[in-house]
Nanobody, 124 residues
Framework: VQLQASGGGLVQAGNSLRLSCAAS????????MGWFRRAPGKEREFVAA????????RVADSVKGIFTISRDNAKNTAYLQLDRVKPDDTASYYC??????????????????WGQGTLVTVSS
């Protein structure tokens, strides 16, 4: 199984960015997908999760209404749309896949597979 995160980069505060997570070797439509991030010097934290059919989402309070998770099962890809970014959003963003259970987990241990991370740097 491979999860390839992409789309990170340098962005100015207030702008938008879309991250992608391309999955291979995985029954993608059967996996809950999640996004986490780790800011410098901090622990990895939950950002968002999406159900297998894309109909349900769970978003951390800190980014609710600002970040949006989505997926395209035909393309085996999950997305994280980052809008109105702030310098505090600077972090490495990781996508993850959860097999078996349909629960939209918010913990690191709730996910089976992880991508390598994509760095988002927000300048003020």
């Amino acid at each position: 199984v491979q999860l390839q995160a992409s789309g990170g980069g340098l962005v100015q505060a207030g702008n938008s960015l879309r991250l992608s997570c391309a999955a291979s070797g995985l029954a993608f439509s059967q996996a809950v997908m999640g996004w986490f991030r780790r800011a410098p010097g901090k622990e990895r934290e939950f950002v968002a999760a999406i159900s297998r059919d894309g109909q349900s989402t769970r978003v951390a309070d800190s980014v609710k209404g600002i970040f949006t998770i989505s997926r395209d099962n035909a393309k085996n890809t999950a997305y994280l749309q980052l809008d109105r970014v702030k310098p505090d959003d600077t972090a490495s963003y990781y996508c993850a896949a959860r097999r078996g259970s349909p629960v939209l987990a918010s913990t690191v241990s709730g996910y089976t597979y992880w991508g390598q991370g994509t760095l988002v740097t927000v300048s003020s």
